[in-house]
């Protein structure tokens, strides 16, 4: 093999593990805080190159029409005329909206709906409902257009309790308040499998908190760096980095404990059975590490799309910095925590009696 033994960098780590442990604690909350702040965008049209003819139109729209975003209101068709253009006019007084459109702002109850074409009343009419729509001149997925659209909410139920919102803005504003609960919910889901696969491959209750620990700190510290440089991430990134930087590198911490475990048991205290155990895993663990990065990082660098592109990046750049964690702070959590892991787990220093089988003679 071309990588070097890493033995005195295994003789380094394992001599100043306290220093290692004390990184972890001071690396943590930023890291915790950059990850809960990472700037992230909603709309998949950022995403896509700009040079993409849909874009480049939507743009256009955007900017010589003023057409940001548009909501498209449904009622009751039932509802009096004079509700609806009262209804019409408040929801023009909101902050943002440049107009709405309706059947009773332009026709109202003077000219009788005999006289209107049906080909104009079903322009907006049909059905039972009554559709309006309302230009927006804020982008959708921001704070400005949730609030706004909250409004016009509450508005249209003052009048028709079930009046609905729909649009871009309206669409995105859900996906916003599900995706946020349901990325929440895959995560500690994720956390708690991996949690109790650990729990019974060690028979132990602490090894799954000092690994998972230190793989999530790897996770934070990916997930922080967008907040620290001001890049803007895909809203899927948080759930797609998690599962699968949190998946993939597992096996990393489990190889380096399995073997820190078989040193114990060999009768060696903790520094010489980290030591061993390092200079036995490191390799197979960089290895890993860089076939991950390796397969990861191209990806990123050729894709256009941004949304591929950033996802591909951020996967390869958390192979390494899981690789580093795990190389580092997980043998400081374990050196540290030596006694409580001893207490919590069975068989730590000694392997469990095996049964033994034998033949019968044959009299």
Same mark, same amino acid.
């Given at each position: 093999?071309?990588?070097?033994?890493?033995?005195?960098?295994?003789?380094?780590?394992?001599?100043?593990?306290?220093?290692?442990?004390?990184?972890?604690?001071?690396?943590?909350?930023?890291?915790?805080?950059?990850?809960?702040?990472?700037?992230?965008?909603?709309?998949?049209?950022?995403?896509?190159?700009?040079?993409?003819?849909?874009?480049?139109?939507?743009?256009?729209?955007?900017?010589?029409?003023?057409?940001?975003?548009?909501?498209?209101?449904?009622?009751?068709?039932?509802?009096?005329?004079?509700?609806?253009?009262?209804?019409?006019?408040?929801?023009?007084?909101?902050?943002?909206?440049?107009?709405?459109?309706?059947? !009773?702002?332009? #026709?109202?109850?003077?000219?009788?709906?005999?006289?209107?074409?049906? =080909? /104009?009343? %079903? $322009?907006?009419? *049909?059905?039972?409902?009554?559709?309006?729509?309302?230009?927006?001149?804020?982008?959708?997925?921001?704070?400005?257009?949730?609030?706004?659209?909250?409004?016009?909410?509450?508005?249209?139920?003052?009048?028709?309790? !079930?009046?609905? #919102?729909?649009?871009?803005?309206?669409?995105?504003?859900?996906?916003? =308040? /599900?995706? %946020? $609960?349901?990325? *929440?919910?895959?995560?500690?889901?994720?956390?708690?499998?991996?949690?109790?696969?650990?729990?019974?491959?060690?028979?132990?209750?602490?090894?799954?908190?000092?690994?998972?620990?230190?793989?999530?700190?790897?996770?934070?510290?990916?997930?922080?760096?967008?907040?620290?440089?001001?890049?803007?991430?895909?809203? /899927?990134?948080? $759930?797609?980095?998690?599962?699968?930087?949190?998946?993939?590198?597992?096996?990393?911490?489990?190889?380096?404990?399995?073997?820190?475990?078989?040193?114990?048991?060999?009768?060696?205290?903790?520094?010489?059975?980290?030591?061993?155990?390092?200079?036995?895993?490191?390799?197979?663990?960089?290895?890993?590490?860089?076939?991950?990065?390796?397969?990861?990082?191209?990806?990123?660098?050729?894709?256009?799309?941004?949304?591929?592109?950033?996802?591909?990046?951020?996967?390869?750049?958390?192979?390494?910095?899981?690789?580093?964690?795990?190389?580092?702070?997980?043998?400081?959590?374990?050196?540290?925590?030596?006694?409580?892991?001893?207490?919590?787990?069975?068989?730590?220093?000694?392997?469990?009696?095996?049964?033994?089988?034998?033949?019968?003679?044959?009299?």
């Amino acid at each position: 093999t071309i990588l070097p033994e890493f033995t005195k960098t295994a003789d380094f780590i394992t001599k100043h593990y306290k220093g290692f442990m004390l990184l972890f604690i001071i690396i943590l909350l930023p890291a915790v805080y950059g990850k809960a702040n990472a700037p992230v965008y909603y709309n998949l049209d950022q995403s896509l190159p700009e040079d993409m003819e849909s874009i480049v139109a939507l743009d256009k729209l955007k900017d010589k029409f003023d057409m940001m975003t548009t909501h498209m209101i449904v009622i009751n068709d039932e509802l009096p005329s004079y509700e609806k253009k009262e209804m019409i006019d408040r929801i023009e007084a909101l902050d943002g909206i440049q107009f709405v459109a309706g059947y !009773d702002k332009y #026709i109202g109850p003077a000219l009788p709906e005999s006289f209107v074409p049906d =080909e /104009i009343k %079903d $322009i907006s009419k *049909k059905g039972g409902y009554s559709m309006l729509l309302a230009n927006s001149n804020y982008r959708a997925a921001t704070d400005e257009l949730n609030n706004q659209l909250c409004e016009i909410d509450r508005i249209v139920k003052s009048y028709d309790p !079930d009046g609905l #919102i729909t649009g871009e803005g309206a669409l995105t504003k859900d996906l916003i =308040e /599900i995706a %946020d $609960i349901d990325f *929440k919910n895959v995560s500690i889901v994720s956390i708690i499998a991996i949690f109790a696969i650990i729990m019974l491959v060690f028979y132990s209750l602490s090894v799954p908190i000092l690994l998972v620990a230190s793989i999530e700190l790897a996770i934070f510290i990916n997930m922080a760096i967008p907040f620290y440089t001001g890049t803007v991430i895909p809203f /899927i990134a948080s $759930i797609v980095i998690g599962c699968i930087q949190l998946g993939a590198t597992v096996d990393y911490a489990i190889l380096l404990a399995t073997r820190y475990r078989e040193e114990i048991r060999n009768g060696y205290e903790k520094h010489e059975a980290m030591k061993i155990a390092l200079e036995g895993s490191i390799n197979s663990i960089v290895t890993s590490g860089l076939t991950f990065f390796a397969a990861t990082v191209g990806v990123g660098v050729i894709a256009d799309m941004d949304l591929i592109s950033a996802l591909a990046l951020m996967i390869s750049r958390g192979a390494l910095i899981s690789m580093v964690v795990i190389i580092t702070v997980l043998p400081a959590l374990l050196m540290v925590f030596e006694k409580t892991v001893e207490k919590t787990t069975l068989h730590w220093k000694k392997k469990p009696l095996q049964k033994k089988t034998g033949c019968k003679e044959i009299s």
